[in-house]
């Protein structure tokens, strides 16, 4: 690859920044970050790359582009870039959702000109360019969006890209990303901060200091409830169809756990808690976490 | 303190085993088992203490008795051993709901007979004595349990008994206790169960192989939801008024989340994630989590 252009240079574009230059995956990178307080800290860390002021500069010149910004922020960078941009161009972005993405891309992307959106899974409760980490993506999922106006040279591209940044690559349909990811992240991320929120509440009520009681069990939500704030509410609003499913069966099913509790229902009560046990072996086995009580932490 | 007697030898049991013997908190340690399977796990783990067969060799000769069983044990355990107590037994047990508890103590316990009951916030998913360690109780919190029949010097035995094992303790009421743990560890635990047989129905209805994306979010709930059947159901039931309580408000707020979500609430929705990352930041200042993204697993 001749040279990239990394845009928005937080903890993914940092971590792919930190990658490429490792693995000399480039001859150069480019990277543009609006954020003064994101170029502070990239000049402090010296990280390697050439800080470009206007995407211009970079772009001409640029093999691939890769979008690491808040997905909020594509539309405003496509109508900047667009001018910019030929069929030649490998364009790519990190989002989290996907459905709601591809078509904003669709419809002000210029004609002509290819897009294939990546979603690695890699985040955390972290964020900004101090945080990030060359390793971020090793053995971790990079999920590759096809569809019908998929450019298939692109899509080998950038899986044989992502293979050489650490991830595995798996590529799936918008529609089947988003419902998936609606289950396995953003209900988790959602219930998490509501948790968290009716602990507020609970303890403006009933004014009582509970936060330092939070060992038990609420700790663990306030980790995934401190992730970036501009990130999940794009990721709600885009993804808000499945989302709301999500909430309704998960409503559904907290309420029949409520009548088994109320009722004292023992055999259905018992059931449920021995079923989702194994939910964690599979997890264990299929290596998406590590198998020591409480995570290893203490 | 002259001999002591733990009934039930677990994750929690055995831990104190292994504390007080390797502080010489004791002359000698008692331990009764009635699961066979546990049994042979202590004799091969050599753990320290005398097994005891019948509840009555050790009950007359120990100063402190400390039940370590689940909560559904209690009443036929204190029917047990009622005939072998006297007014000088100190008498504690470890469960983590208390209102129901202390109903059943006063109910079977012979009369003139003092329990003061405590909860160590010290469980994980783990569960049997090959998990036990004599740090478990380090810097954790304790709760003694006080009501107006409290013996005030058994009290101040067991509080300076927990501050040699390591813990920090408080004194509550009952109610207060079960208020507080319905917030900070009843209702996550469930909502971990919750997610999980959500992310179960999901996969079954939509024939995805998900559990593999959980990276995302769905792994850190699926710890807790690992947690011991027994005693959760044993949490869930006798803490059943505060646990209903906390779902409504709990369903209450995400119903909130998922209008904010569908109406694309800007304001509202920022402000609730910004305000729930502050939490976070109270437990870590508190030495109740550790400060490492993602606990530090990776």
Redesign the interface.
Known sequence: MKNVLIIGCGLLGSSLLRRISKKRLAKKIFVYEKSKKNITKIKRLKLPGVLVKKLYDALPQSELIILCTPMSEYKKIILKINKYLTPKHIITDVG?SKLKSVKIIKKYLKKKIFWTSSHP??????SGPE?GKQDLFEN??C?LIKDNKTNLKHLKFLSSFWKKIGSKVVVMKPE?HD???S????????????????????EKI?N?D?????????????????SN??M??DI??DN?IN??K??N???K???A??KD??S?N?KS??K??????K?????IK?K???D??????N
Do not use: C, M
């Open positions: 989290s899974i890699a985040g955390s409760e972290v945080h971790k999922w999920v089947k419902k998936i990811f289950i396995t992240s953003h209900l988790p991320h959602l219930v998490a901060y509501n948790l968290v929120k009716s602990a507020q509440d609970f009933q009582f509970l936060i330092k009681y939070s060992a038990g069990g609420l700790r663990d939500f306030s980790r995934i409830a401190s704030e501009i999940w509410r709600f609003f808000k989302v709301s999500a909430i069966l998960f409503i099913n907290l309420n756990f409520k509790i109320n004292k023992n009560i018992l449920k808690l021995i079923q989702t046990k939910v964690r072996s599979k997890i299929l998406q976490d590590i020591k009580p409480d995570f290893g932490r």
